[in-house]
């Protein structure tokens, strides 16, 4: 194998390794979402030159053809023939990439827009069916506030019956108390001027009054 050829070989294969791993960090920028484009100009010079390059080993192979054994022009033809193969399939990854890339450009805002409508519909929906729990939370409360209003209204009715009443209830307290002292104070003095048998009639009377003023009070 010539110098010329074994080098023409080596700086293929390291230009092939080179174009893949370049497109394998492009992707990863895209996924990043980082800018790509530096590294796109990149993998397109050098598959240029990888075509290039083909191209002059094929024309070195022409060259050295005739000095060589029939075997080993098989060898490099099929040599040539894989870096041709590897070189579409490079060139048609990389332009598959591409092409998805602009795709998802001229969707992405189609995409947004309809994202953003979507959004603004459940953002709206979301915002109705808050503003009726709200109202109805309210209708509720204000029911409850007017039930709460009434209940204390009859309480405060209640109680003020409640204070008539014992007000009522004190002030014949107070006239049965005055009555019970005028009637002591009368037999007192009857006590005193009587004598024991009216004594004990004017005990009975009193027994009687008493009674009297206790079941009518």
Same mark, same amino acid.
């Given at each position: 194998?010539?110098?010329q050829y074994k080098n023409d070989i080596d700086r293929i294969q390291k230009l092939i390794v080179s174009i893949k791993t370049d497109i394998n960090k492009r992707e990863q920028k895209?996924?990043?979402?980082?800018?790509?484009?530096?590294?796109?100009?990149?993998?397109?010079?050098?598959?240029?030159? +990888?075509?290039? @390059?083909?191209?002059?080993?094929?024309? *070195?192979?022409?060259? #050295? =053809?005739?000095?060589?054994?029939? $075997?080993?022009?098989?060898?490099?033809?099929?040599?040539?023939?894989?870096?041709?193969?590897?070189?579409? +399939?490079?060139? @048609?990854?990389?332009?598959?990439?591409? *092409?998805?890339?602009? #795709? =998802?450009?001229?969707?992405?805002? $189609?995409?947004?827009a309809e994202l953003s409508n979507m959004t603004n519909k459940e953002l709206f929906k979301n915002q109705k069916d808050l503003q009726q729990e709200q109202d109805k939370l309210l209708?509720?409360?204000? =029911?409850?506030?007017?039930?709460? $209003?009434?209940?204390?209204?009859?309480?405060?009715?209640?109680?003020?019956?409640?204070?008539?009443?014992?007000?009522?209830?004190?002030?014949?307290?107070?006239?049965?108390?005055?009555?019970?002292?005028?009637?002591?104070?009368?037999?007192?003095?009857?006590?005193?001027?009587?004598?024991?048998?009216?004594?004990?009639?004017?005990?009975?009377?009193?027994?009687?009054?008493?009674?009297?003023?206790?079941?009518?009070?």
């Open positions: 194998m010539s110098d895209k996924k990043a979402g980082q800018q790509f484009t530096i590294i796109e100009g990149e993998i397109r010079g050098q598959l240029t030159n +990888l075509d290039r @390059e083909l191209v002059l080993l094929g024309d *070195l192979m022409k060259l #050295q =053809e005739n000095t060589l054994m029939q $075997k080993e022009q098989e060898k490099r033809r099929n040599q040539l023939q894989e870096f041709k193969n590897q070189r579409d +399939l490079i060139s @048609e990854q990389f332009k598959k990439a591409v *092409l998805e890339t602009k #795709q =998802e450009q001229q969707i992405a805002p $189609k995409q947004l209708d509720s409360t204000n =029911e409850q506030a007017i039930v709460l $209003k009434y209940q204390g209204q009859n309480i405060n009715q209640t109680i003020n019956q409640q204070i008539i009443d014992l007000n009522k209830l004190n002030d014949d307290v107070d006239k049965t108390n005055k009555n019970m002292t005028f009637v002591n104070s009368k037999f007192a003095s009857i006590i005193q001027k009587s004598s024991n048998c009216w004594l004990i009639i004017i005990i009975v009377i009193e027994i009687v009054l008493l009674l009297c003023f206790i079941l009518f009070l």
